[in-house]
């Protein structure tokens, strides 16, 4: 089955998400963008993304589901949903990924990939939502060694390079496959499989946000997303951003 979906493909970029920003009045909807190396990739809360290595994922896609904003588009679980499409794709693999909350796809507790969206908006028009995922596709170890986080890549879990653009194509049919679907079900039409793969319910986590931080029990995931975590002393509070540790 044929998606509707183009590719635009850089040697070298800043960052897509960056690229896509600055261009999305002449970009359509549904335009992916790719870079074989990025100069500035970027994840989650301002974090650096490696991505000066070839051979690996560094892909920005352009959604304008709508001309205004629309509180019952789920744009704020989109990168949910590109979560569980991933995981999909990487169990074709025949490897085990997991999900920590909201977006983080993990492989042995390890972090595989990034996922960061950005909306651009003026008044109540929607101009786009960038969508933004870095995956490790193939890198060596000592690559791996020098992220500051536990990490991995799928070519050192099969132990065999990885073909790029083929996973790029199974990605992008997957996400497209179902995106109407999920644009009409929202994170509910999503949610069992999300919950599948949720490697912190039931674990004591520490949210870190921008203020504060807030420990407890990650103990569900609610109808749109968020999370509930039972503090100590019984109270429970509901997660809508921040980054997840699980102790």
Not at 57 to 75: A, F, G
Not at 115 to 120: G, P, V
Not at 121 to 143: H, M, P, R, S, Y
Not at 230 to 246: A, H, M, R
Request: charged share 20%.
């Amino acid at each position: 089955m044929v998606y509707d979906y183009n590719i635009l493909c850089f040697d070298e970029i800043d960052s897509t998400n960056t690229y896509s920003l600055k261009n999305l009045a002449n970009l359509s909807d549904r335009q992916v963008i790719v870079a074989a190396k990025q100069t500035s990739g970027r994840g989650r809360l301002a974090r650096k993304w490696i991505s000066d290595v070839e051979g690996n994922v560094y892909m920005s896609i352009v959604l304008k589901p709508s001309p205004t904003l629309d509180n019952n588009l789920p744009l704020a679980n989109i990168t949910q949903y590109m979560s569980v499409v991933l995981c999909r794709i990487l169990e074709s693999y025949g490897v085990n990924p997991e999900i920590k909350w909201p977006n983080d796809v993990l492989v042995n507790g390890k972090k595989i990939s990034g996922i960061l969206s950005e909306i651009s908006t003026q008044g109540n028009a929607l101009k786009g939502f960038v969508l933004g995922i870095g995956i490790n596709l193939n890198l060596a170890q000592e690559d791996v060694n020098q992220i500051d986080q536990p990490a991995t890549a799928l070519n050192l879990e099969i132990n065999q390079p990885v073909h790029k653009d083929m996973f790029i194509k199974q990605l992008l049919d997957e996400f497209f496959m179902d995106y109407d679907l999920f644009l009409n079900g929202g994170f509910i039409s999503i949610k069992a499989e999300y919950q599948q793969r949720s490697l912190f319910l039931g674990r004591k986590v520490v949210i870190n946000k921008p203020q504060k931080k807030d420990n407890g029990i990650a103990t569900r995931i609610n109808d749109d997303g968020s999370l509930l975590i039972v503090k100590n002393n019984l109270e429970e509070s509901t997660i809508t951003i921040g980054d997840l540790v699980c102790l």
